[in-house]
């Protein structure tokens, strides 16, 4: 079988032009705001090259800041209102969300300062690129599913070096509105091993896109099908009223015999299917989230002992 029909290595969403916003049908900024955020946007992706050269020598605490401070600013450029609830733990983490747009990269730097994990061909994105290079994103090539071991061997090592790791397992985007443009094949369970091999906790998150006047989801900031991403960007530049909400759930502590596809498994019903907590309002995210304690999972063994196959 080629690896560009492998469902599990090239997974897709059910997402059509119809998922989008109709022209004329989400409300919009006048065209000069929408300029000014552009100016606005552009300035803040130089201004993360040059920090992202420099991340590297800073200690972890003013590291951290600094990428809250330059992703939290970024969406204040964009219009865009970012909100959280829960917390996230202090320590090393993987962090699993589910994905809709280019924009959840922000979002979570914005809440959990994290390397990323990504595919091949957003470094090679204009001046996005640039920039997850020099953070010291995670690539994967899809084309090589031979290589997805040394992958996941990359993402365990950091996290027994202590970064925290911010992977969508999902693997491509869908517009998180309609339950069956969700990607069939759930979240994949290659990337958990890690967290399984590294001994370290994985922290489900959902985001959610929606208009902050009327409290609806919405797929303005979709990115999704044949769709460039020049045309994303416009569109959530001219955005009025954008809410971006970062959910964070408990973490999940898995033991050296936890299977990875159960819990995959339970990450992703923690994302889609546990309803927030009722009339508990979205907050800023400007305070550093304070440090908390979850309680530990119990998650299902493996019975066969297998390693990491290339299926997974």
Known sequence: MS???????RPVSGCGPDCLP??????TVPP?????????????????????????VLPARERHAATRGWARATARACGVRLTVRGRLPRRRALVVANHVSWWDVLAILAVAP????????????PLIGLLVRAAGTLFVDRSRPRDLPAAVARVAAALRAGRTVAVFPEGTTWCGRQTGCRP???????????????????????IGYRDAMTGTSTSVG????????LRSVRRLLAARHLQVTVEIGAALHPGRDTDRRALARV?????????????APPRTVDPVPAAHRPTPARLPADPSGRGLSLAA
């Open 222 to 229: 979709a990115f999704i099908g044949d769709e460039t991403l």
């Open 114 to 125: 994290a390397r990323l994990v990504a595919k091949r061909e957003v470094g090679r994105w």
């Open 184 to 206: 069939v094949t759930g979240f994949r369970p290659a990337m958990f091993q890690a967290a399984i091999d590294a001994a370290a906790p994985v922290v489900p998150v959902r």
């Open 32 to 56: 000069a705001r929408q300029l000014g955020r552009a100016v606005a946007l552009l300035g803040m992706l130089g201004l993360g090259i040059g920090l992202a050269a420099v991340l590297p």
């Open 267 to 279: 990450a992703e019903s923690a994302v889609h299917l546990v309803p927030a907590a009722a009339g």
């Open 3 to 9: 690896t560009a029909a492998h469902p599990l290595w």
């Open 22 to 27: 109709l022209p004329g049908h989400a409300p």
